[in-house]
């Protein structure tokens, strides 16, 4: 079983390295997006002061850590939501959810590679605002950063799963997404830290499971903040990573087979 989902996932990745090979000037265009963005942060970040500093942190690189993996988590639940929608509009989603690979499996495996390209955008955008603004993240603490990308990892994807079962049932997958990506900027501390949003406010920044996401990584990359430091947001996205799969993956699997039954798997 471990062997066959190994090929069926090499041929997935190789399928889509050969889908962006065909599509290749897409890179040029998101990495100049990516310096366009990352020069509009710099220069607010200038614009802002050098006193501004959230958390103890210069402001620049509190955007570009923010920004940079908003982007990427929110890419990743985009990911799924394209693997269904796709696949309804190539007629193919009712082929691809009745083979021996359960439904979520293929839905997982079909995400992957998108969701390994975003953590490598991450990993460039990072890079590249270091590198062209002069700036430097100091010391990291690799296991404390592998451990909280792994996580923020499963409980994006946790969440994009969710959206490709909104995708099944209503089609309006792209707009969960949509939603959630507007109302992050505000509740989760991308921007500016939540700690001077209102206090009811706050209580909601604290359900969005890309806040603790964030309070986790920011320390970790621009502090080298160890497990030890980082702990008591770790145990909230272990507990979320634990309760987040199961769940929407059994609503994805509930909604794939009312949509079997009612003959409108492939309705787009």
């Known amino acids: 079983m471990t062997a066959g989902l190994a090929?069926?996932?090499?041929?997935?990745?190789?399928?889509?390295?050969?889908?962006?090979?065909?599509?290749?000037?897409?890179?040029?265009?998101?990495?100049?997006?990516?310096?366009?963005e990352l020069a509009a942060f710099y220069y607010l970040a200038r614009a802002v002061g050098p006193g501004y500093r959230p958390q103890g942190t210069d402001y620049f690189l509190f955007l570009l850590v923010g920004t940079g993996f908003f982007s990427c988590f929110v890419g990743t639940m985009n990911a799924f939501v394209r693997v269904v929608q796709d696949a309804q509009q190539s007629g193919t989603l009712e082929v691809l959810m009745t083979t021996s690979t359960p439904g979520l499996v293929v839905l997982i495996l079909s995400a992957l590679s998108t969701m390994t390209n975003n953590i490598l955008q991450f990993l460039f955008y990072l890079a590249a605002g270091l590198l062209l603004f002069g700036t430097s993240l100091g010391s990291i603490h690799v296991p404390a950063c592998v451990v909280v990308l792994a996580l923020s990892a499963i409980i994006a994807a946790a969440t994009g799963i969710l959206a490709a079962a909104v995708q099944l049932a209503f089609q309006k997958g792209s707009a969960l997404v949509w939603l959630f990506g507007s109302s992050a900027w505000l509740l989760t501390g991308t921007l500016f830290p939540v700690e001077v949003l209102p206090r009811p406010v706050r209580f909601l920044s604290d359900l969005v499971p890309l806040t603790h996401c964030l309070n986790a990584i920011r320390p970790?990359?621009?502090?080298?903040?160890?497990?030890?430091?980082?702990?008591?947001?770790?145990?909230?996205?272990?507990?979320?990573?634990?309760?987040?799969?199961?769940?929407?993956?059994g609503i994805f699997t509930w909604t794939l087979d009312q949509a079997r039954q009612q003959g409108t798997l492939s309705f787009y």
């Open 220 to 249: 970790v990359l621009l502090r080298g903040a160890s497990l030890a430091v980082v702990s008591p947001e770790i145990e909230i996205l272990a507990v979320l990573a634990l309760a987040l799969v199961p769940l929407f993956g």
């Open 7 to 36: 090929d069926k996932a090499v041929a997935i990745f190789w399928r889509d390295l050969l889908t962006s090979f065909r599509y290749r000037n897409g890179f040029v265009i998101s990495a100049i997006a990516a310096l366009g």
